[in-house]
């Protein structure tokens, strides 16, 4: 039996492509409700909510749209390790969901494939601050967890003289439940405010399986196009999750309806919340010049 998982992920993937007029999505996303999802607290680059009045009270630390950038059907970020250096290359940041090509079936892993894609780069008001393109997929898998991770043509130390733009910081520890996080989308230029609820044991969706994943409390009312935003602590503001999928009509386990299972196998369903994918297990598998590495000590990430 197919246990669905691209629920929120094809709808924050198609959705987008939907409303867009990108691409024909497949009628399972096109009708998920995405188009229509509830957006209380998404508030727009220009700082007021989306079709609503604006949040009463701000995050400790506003992220801003800074290092964000816009996919053709995505959200995504320029990110960089611990160690990154400035004249690494830069690396971006979104969903295996996202890829160009489609959706990695389970179980494959896509390492070091040649990728020309184009990502629109924004500042920190959410105007465009130019284009980078790709070079390669460095890493990408629907597997265990739900992130890409593009190596560009351009180092950090390019990226900010060129657009005065500062890549993100990946956090290199878990994130901590109740935290303030803010899901910033390049996308839609829009940033959705809540707090950590607590941690998926597995969020299983349409044949796909996440492992830990981050659930968001009721706030993070996402969208299709949100896939891939960077899920951002605001009291650190660095990055502690990619965001991938949401329930969105309270199925158990189906396309656009991810499912909890606990420790002993027990399923629950939480309709309407948001979900996303923790990125610390990224950064032990990221070496010196921004290679990834999937042998290196502490790495975790499904390999080929």
């Given amino acids: 039996m197919k246990r669905p998982l691209v629920g929120s992920l094809a709808t924050a993937l198609f959705g987008a492509a939907a409303l867009a007029g990108i691409a024909a999505a497949p009628a399972a996303a096109a009708t998920s409700g995405t188009a229509t999802a509830a957006t209380s607290n998404a508030v727009t680059a220009g700082g007021t909510a989306a079709g609503t009045t604006a949040p009463n009270k701000a995050?400790?630390?506003?992220?801003?749209?800074?290092?964000?950038?816009?996919?053709?059907?995505?959200?995504?970020?320029?990110?960089?390790?611990?160690?990154?250096?400035?004249?690494?290359?830069?690396?971006?940041?979104?969903?295996g969901h996202c890829l160009e090509e489609g959706m990695p079936e389970p179980g494959k892993v896509i390492t070091d494939q040649p990728s020309n894609r184009s990502f629109t780069v924004l500042k920190a008001d959410g105007s465009n601050a130019g284009t980078v393109r790709a070079t390669k997929i460095a890493y990408a898998t629907m597997t265990d967890t739900d992130v890409s991770l593009y190596e560009v043509g351009s180092t950090y130390e390019q990226i900010e003289s060129k657009f005065g733009v500062k890549a993100l910081e990946v956090e290199a520890a878990h994130p901590t439940q109740g935290n303030a996080i803010t899901v910033v989308s390049g996308y839609w230029k829009e940033?959705?405010?809540?707090?950590?609820?607590?941690?998926?044991?597995?969020?299983?969706?349409?044949?796909?399986?996440?492992?830990?994943?981050?659930?968001?409390?009721?706030?993070?009312?996402?969208?299709?196009?949100?896939?891939?935003?960077?899920?951002?602590?605001?009291?650190?503001?660095?990055?502690?999750?990619?965001?991938?999928?949401?329930?969105?009509?309270?199925?158990?386990?189906?396309?656009?309806?991810?499912?909890?299972?606990?420790?002993?196998?027990?399923?629950?369903?939480?309709?309407?919340?948001?979900?996303?994918?923790?990125?610390?297990?990224?950064?032990?598998?990221?070496?010196?010049?921004?290679?990834?590495?999937?042998?290196?000590?502490?790495?975790?990430?499904?390999?080929p």
């Fill in 59 to 95: 995050p400790a630390a506003a992220p801003s749209f800074e290092g964000t950038v816009a996919l053709s059907n995505c959200s995504g970020s320029v990110v960089k390790m611990p160690e990154s250096q400035p004249g690494d290359p830069a690396l971006v940041l979104s969903n």
């Fill in 191 to 303: 940033t959705y405010g809540c707090a950590i609820d607590g941690f998926a044991h597995q969020l299983k969706e349409d044949g796909w399986t996440m492992k830990d994943s981050i659930r968001y409390t009721a706030d993070c009312r996402t969208k299709g196009g949100t896939s891939g935003s960077p899920v951002v602590d605001d009291a650190s503001g660095k990055v502690v999750g990619v965001n991938n999928t949401r329930n969105e009509n309270g199925e158990e386990c189906t396309l656009n309806n991810p499912c909890e299972v606990d420790e002993n196998g027990n399923t629950t369903v939480h309709e309407g919340i948001g979900y996303g994918q923790q990125t610390y297990i990224i950064t032990p598998c990221v070496g010196a010049g921004s290679k990834i590495d999937l042998s290196r000590e502490g790495c975790t990430l499904p390999k």
